[in-house]
């Protein structure tokens, strides 16, 4: 039986008090790594999103990034949200430390860096999001879609202005530079691929497909794309830290 049809089987959750012991746990990291994402470049205690729309080279610019991340932080209070109707309440410094937040770490200095994030890293979570399309705990499947959604502009949105740096040799020249930072980050936020919960997140229908096929799914994806762009594309394992 494939992946597809397992999931296809599995019972679905309505209230968080039902919850076997292992999907909860199973549950709480999934949401907890999608609440983490989607409000990684918000920390109270820095600047990111500040520099990020200071880099924006035209008023619309700054306008429409602007609007991006504040889409992207009501998804991390959706997921926020269903986390507590788990019971889980976390403190301030809890919020701080915790936090999943290793594609955020990567330095952002340039509109390039800007573009490459939101082409690469953008398109990451639509590919995790469709993958919790129409999973068993119903409160999650049903915010899915406006996310996923939201998530397709704003990978689009990237790409629009990682073609316009294409346009020029030197913009061709800084993209291909960031390239090769950029990719293997947005390939390692599928996780392991030998990960030991990808079996259990399957077999209760949390999700449909394990990391390394949507990993692959998204390479066939975006190698063109960016070859498009004149672009050489990194090879899949190159600076890799999550293989």
């Not at 994402?37 to 109270?44: A, I, K, R």
């Not at 990111?48 to 991340?69: F, G, H, N, S």
């Not at 999943?100 to 990567?106: G, L, P, S, V």
């Amino acid at each position: 039986m494939n992946q597809m049809n397992q999931t296809a089987t599995v019972r679905q959750y309505e209230a968080a008090d039902s919850l076997p012991d292992e999907y909860r746990e199973l549950l709480y990291k999934v949401l907890k790594v999608a609440a983490d994402t989607e409000t990684s470049l918000l920390f109270p205690e820095t600047d990111w999103l500040k520099m990020i729309i200071d880099l924006a080279p035209t008023p619309e610019d700054r306008q429409r990034i602007a609007r991006l991340y504040a889409e992207e932080l009501h998804h991390g209070l959706l997921f926020y949200k269903i986390w507590r109707d788990l019971g889980v309440t976390m403190t301030a410094e809890d919020y701080r430390s915790t936090r999943e937040i290793y594609f955020a770490a990567t330095p952002i200095q340039t509109w390039t860096d800007v573009a490459l994030l939101n082409t690469l890293t953008d398109r990451v979570g639509l590919y995790q999001y469709r993958n919790m399309g129409g999973c068993s705990y119903l409160p999650l499947a049903r915010i899915v879609p406006k996310i996923e959604k939201d998530e397709i502009g704003h990978t689009g949105m990237g790409y629009v202005h990682l073609r316009a740096i294409c346009e020029t040799p030197s913009g061709k020249a800084d993209a291909q530079r960031l390239l090769a930072k950029w990719y293997p980050v947005a390939l390692d936020m599928f996780g392991r691929s030998d990960s030991k919960r990808e079996e259990a997140y399957l077999r209760w229908g949390l999700k449909k497909l394990g990391n390394e096929e949507m990993r692959q799914a998204y390479i066939r994806e975006v190698r063109p794309l960016l070859e498009g762009l004149g672009l050489e594309v990194p090879d899949e394992k190159f600076n890799r830290k999550f293989l």
